[in-house]
């Protein structure tokens, strides 16, 4: 198609026209995010766009509409739960994984990283049917253990992959200078995993967060989480309040995955970087 | 593993505690899986949530046209999906480990992986914003004189498909700049001194030794879109309805916990069974990809 053309132009019109295809594609990513952004500062209770006006007045009622704080504190309070939960799980699991050799290892990794693979409205159902059969269907515990297994294979991938690229002479050193096995795992081992465990908790604690599916089958109206209280709320009225808390979620967690990137590479937690 | 190479006997402290905790996970999650095969099997009682006896009439029930219907209908939009996600994609994925500049890829980096954790209300409820009658496509359009009246893309297969593939592609992303980035660069260098165009290394070279990354970045999404919820929920508005659909229904709307069990199932083997097919053919492609 460029045959005429002169080689370094083809070269360049070429790259102009593969960037061109990338920014679109990543605008119809992003659209949506902007589109929810501008509603949220609109002034009337009828969603249109271009919005007719500025005004904050849905950002006021997001933030004190009952539901949305109570569900706002069962959020943290089963997130903070989970994600700690599931970093101490986790860790173990991975170093099971990586260091020790033991019968059905292969198993307890399948059925550990299965909760990726099996759909979330069947892992709810599965823990609704537990909860009611271990009478905690009712209460934080329920939804707690839901999260944990959701998020573990996160969490367990991350520290793994710092696991791997742990020099074991270092755990060696020590313990050949008389350190004790718990010595060498709270001086040695655990602070050269740090930068893996606070990037698998924050994976975590994000996923654990924003988790719906399986929360709308184990939450009841005390535990509600605030994605089920916003789809609770998206069935029964269609004014910009949910533009509004969306907008604020949006913007948090990009700051947040911005600053995760700066700190600990985003590239690497996720491994795509190149090697 | 490790320890095999390393020759010094290797202590091992702290096995038992690692182990009882990574059994009391697995086990927890096992229960649950259980309980949702045990309660396909058992009889529902109309207006009760407790159940009878043993009975399969769960799964025959699963025979009647407006499940195969469903199926089918779940199969279609997840295989769409994956195609469509993988197609746009790739050319992110490509962007995201070949640029050279810094702060492009920590840019595209955040701009692709981001959406992953806003969630799927948040993002769901973006989509019905963008597709509603007076939503931001319509009004632009109309705003363009392109269309008088506004189109209805909301409660439509291809509104949810739309969401969907936006939905899917941090995943793909990832997935599929996983195996770009595995791409040894001599390769591509080789078919270049040897007079190839790079439309034509992109072509023989890159794309062939990527195909592992971008079969499973297709099956993974496929399997994925399959238990997607909100967004048919949401934007099909019972209109376009998935199995995942159909569980809520059943399981909490009409508390018939034995069917939503045994739809649940059905969703569950055949995500499974996807991925499972999938191995072979990856290791055949991976194998085929050495010997170029």
Known sequence: MTLRLEPRFAAKARSGLFWFVVVLILLFMTIPAVVVIATSFSPSELVTFPPAGLSLKWYVRAVTYPDFQNAFINGLIVTSFASTLALITGSAVACLIERYAFPGRTVLEAVLSSPLIVPHFTTGLGFLMLGVALGINQGYAIVIVTHVLLVLPFVTRSVYVSLRNLDPHLERAAANLGASPGRVLTRITVPLLLPGMAGGWLVAAVLSLTEFTASLYVTDAGTQTLPVAMYTYIREYSDPTIAAISAILILATTLVMFIADQIFGLGRILSIDAH | ?292
């Open chain 2, 1 to 292: 593993m490790s320890a095999a190479g390393t020759g010094a006997p290797r202590r091992r402290p702290f096995f038992l505690p690692f182990l009882l905790v990574s059994l009391i996970a697995a086990g927890l999650f096992l229960a649950a899986l259980g309980d949702v095969l045990h309660y396909s099997v058992r009889l529902f009682i109309p207006g009760s949530i407790e159940v009878g006896g043993f009975t399969l009439a769960n799964f025959a029930r699963l025979l009647r046209p407006i499940y195969r219907t469903v199926l089918l209908a779940t199969l279609i939009i997840s295989f769409l999906t994956a195609i469509f996600t993988l197609l746009l994609g790739y050319p992110v994925a490509y962007a995201l480990v070949r640029v050279r500049r810094g702060w492009v890829r920590s840019l595209l980096i955040v701009l692709a992986i981001t959406p992953l954790f806003t969630g799927e209300i948040v993002r769901t409820y973006a989509w019905i914003l963008v597709l509603g009658t007076n939503g931001f496509i319509n009004s632009i359009l109309k705003a363009l004189g392109i269309i008088g009246a506004p189109l209805s893309m909301l409660y439509t297969s291809f509104g949810v498909i739309l969401a969907l593939v936006q939905f899917s592609m941090p995943v793909m992303i990832m997935l599929l700049a996983t195996a770009i980035s595995h791409v040894d660069r001599s390769c591509e260098r080789a078919a270049a001194n040897l007079g190839a165009s790079p439309l034509m290394v992109f072509w023989r070279v890159t794309l062939p030794l990527t195909t592992p990354g971008i079969v499973s970045g297709a099956v993974v999404i496929f399997a994925w879109t399959m238990s997607a919820f909100s967004t048919p929920q949401l934007i099909g508005g019972g209109k376009v309805l998935m199995l995942s659909n159909l569980v809520y229904l059943e399981g909490l709307t009409n508390l018939d916990f034995p069917l939503a069990a045994a739809l649940s199932l059905l969703a569950l083997v055949v995500a499974i069974g996807s991925l499972g097919l999938m191995r072979p053919a990856i290791a055949r492609l991976e194998r085929k990809a050495t010997l170029y």
